[in-house]
């Protein structure tokens, strides 16, 4: 089994900042890729931001480029996102997201529980 725990999220003002952090743990061999997404009410799951563990590489949505940074800590299987300059349309459940090697093998996409981000007008 494989567990993904996000931490961060709450309440802010227009402009401000926040920073999500998730960790992954469980039966893990070897971590591909990370990232987030979310869901605001009565809209579809979207990507925000993925970085590949090993590479480094991030791919970020266009309504969050130059505001969010994703990062990785490759030790302790951690990814976060530094979000800066909030605007009100970022109100969302934010999932962490992560795709797993597992210690038995098999490749596993697992999805954290979600923590909410509001920002207040």
């Known amino acids: 089994q494989v567990q993904l725990v996000e931490s961060g999220g709450g309440l802010v003002q227009t402009g401000g900042s926040l920073r999500l952090s998730c960790a992954a743990s469980?039966?893990?061999?070897?971590?591909?890729?990370m990232g987030w997404y979310r869901q605001a009410p009565g809209k579809e799951r979207e990507l925000v931001a993925t970085?590949?563990?090993?590479?480094?590489?991030?791919n970020y949505a266009d309504s969050v480029k130059g505001r969010f940074t994703i990062s990785r800590d490759d030790s302790k299987n951690m990814v976060y996102l530094q979000m800066n300059s909030l605007k009100p349309e970022d109100t969302a459940v934010y999932y962490c997201?992560?795709?797993?090697?597992?210690?038995?093998?098999?490749?596993?996409?697992?999805w954290g529980q979600g923590t909410l981000v509001t920002v207040s007008s």
């Open positions: 970085i590949s563990m090993s590479a480094g590489s991030r």
């Open positions: 997201n992560a795709g797993v090697i597992m210690n038995s093998g098999r490749y596993l996409g697992v």
């Open positions: 469980g039966s893990i061999f070897s971590i591909n890729n």
